[in-house]
């Protein structure tokens, strides 16, 4: 009501008031019209002398009531309510970028055209982040979903054109084998045309590199199997002068239900119980080690700590916003 009433105000639909309270509001120009939008989704801070920079992709509508597996709708509510947080809030679609000295890195790559109109942001956060997308020389995705592989073709083109694309060889093996689609529940089915589309050009130019566990990628740069999520999820641990900084792809989807209950998992998990016992033991290692941990799914820019509050239960603590380089 009260909105309406203040629209109308603005459209000059309300009868004026006394003429000395009209006076009192006056300016000299027309009222500025509200502009919307956002500043370009980019965030930088570092780890050692590594430059890291959050890119955001897009945002939608995340269906956590629809989608989580291990607590009630009512459960799920109350705990976004208690985050002052809609059932439907936005969820993130957030990559990262990394510039370790000899070789710029992108980890995941978004939505690309997949998810309509709600992900495609990264090739605008990239370039207003000061770089172009033929600058990559290496994609590292975590695992081969819609979300976090589509945006490896844009608009029908491959959108890195000088980079390798790194998988795990489980991962690549399980998505790129169409047989495999038989085994996964309906919300699943779709990935696999959609992400053998995507990583075809990479694959038909020899430039899609598969890694076994536990391979040693980039100098700073260790893969995690972390499976459960999808049969090959792997994680990115980037280290330099005493400090780590986790990429963990979709460890954790509803931050205010599954910090406080990993054991709540998600209908795209591929298997649920391995899903949990990753979530588990990747937020072990990164509450013990103190490391930032960077989320595909968590608040722009995603990036923060995690606090081990006993019991099992988790509590995530984003960074502070800095201006400074040498901000710790
Ligand atoms: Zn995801």
């Known amino acids: 009501m009260r909105r309406r009433f203040l629209l109308a105000a603005v459209l000059g639909l309300v009868a004026a008031g006394p003429a000395q309270a009209q006076d009192a509001h006056q300016t000299a120009h027309p009222a500025t019209p509200q502009v919307g939008g956002q500043a370009p989704g980019y965030y930088r801070l570092f780890v050692g002398r590594f430059e890291v920079t959050a890119l955001l992709d897009g945002t939608h509508p995340f269906p956590s009531d629809k989608v989580a597996v291990g607590a009630s709708v009512d459960e799920v509510t109350g705990a976004l309510k208690a985050a002052f947080l809609p059932l439907r809030y936005e969820g993130m679609i957030n990559a990262f970028l990394v510039n370790m000295d000899r070789r710029l890195v992108l980890i995941d790559a978004g939505a690309g055209n997949l998810y309509g109109t709600e992900g495609g942001g990264l090739k605008r956060a990239i370039i207003a982040a000061g770089y172009t997308p033929e600058d990559v020389d290496d994609v590292f995705i975590t695992h081969l979903h819609e979300d976090h592989a589509g945006g490896l073709v844009l608009d029908g083109k491959p959108l890195f054109a000088n980079a390798v694309v790194h998988v795990a060889r489980k991962e690549a093996a399980f998505w790129l084998d169409s047989r495999n689609q038989a085994?996964?529940?309906?919300?699943?089915?779709?990935?696999?045309?959609?992400?053998?589309?995507?990583?075809?050009?990479?694959?038909?130019?020899?430039?899609?590199?598969?890694?076994?566990?536990?391979?040693?990628?980039?100098?700073?740069?260790?893969?995690?199997?972390?499976?459960?999520?999808?049969?090959?999820?792997?994680?990115?641990?980037?280290?330099?002068?005493?400090?780590?900084?986790?990429?963990?792809?979709?460890?954790?989807?509803?931050?205010?239900?599954?910090?406080?209950?990993?054991?709540?998992?998600?209908?795209?998990?591929?298997?649920?119980?391995?899903?949990?016992?990753?979530?588990?033991?990747?937020?072990?290692?990164?509450?013990?080690?103190?490391?930032?941990?960077?989320?595909?799914?968590?608040?722009?820019?995603?990036?923060?700590?995690?606090?081990?509050?006993?019991?099992?239960?988790?509590?995530?603590?984003?960074?502070?916003?800095?201006?400074?380089?040498?901000?710790?």
């Open 183 to 328: 085994s996964v529940n309906d919300l699943l089915k779709p990935f696999f045309p959609a992400v053998q589309k995507v990583v075809a050009p990479y694959q038909k130019a020899d430039r899609l590199a598969l890694f076994d566990e536990g391979a040693a990628l980039l100098p700073g740069l260790t893969p995690i199997a972390a499976p459960g999520h999808t049969p090959g999820h792997s994680v990115y641990l980037l280290q330099d002068a005493g400090q780590s900084m986790l990429f963990w792809g979709d460890t954790v989807h509803i931050a205010p239900v599954q910090f406080p209950h990993p054991e709540v998992s998600i209908r795209y998990d591929w298997n649920v119980p391995i899903a949990v016992a990753s979530r588990r033991m990747l937020l072990d290692r990164a509450a013990a080690g103190g490391w930032l941990v960077a989320g595909a799914h968590i608040s722009f820019p995603g990036i923060g700590h995690i606090r081990a509050e006993g019991k099992g239960r988790y509590e995530w603590l984003p960074v502070n916003y800095t201006l400074n380089r040498d901000h710790p």
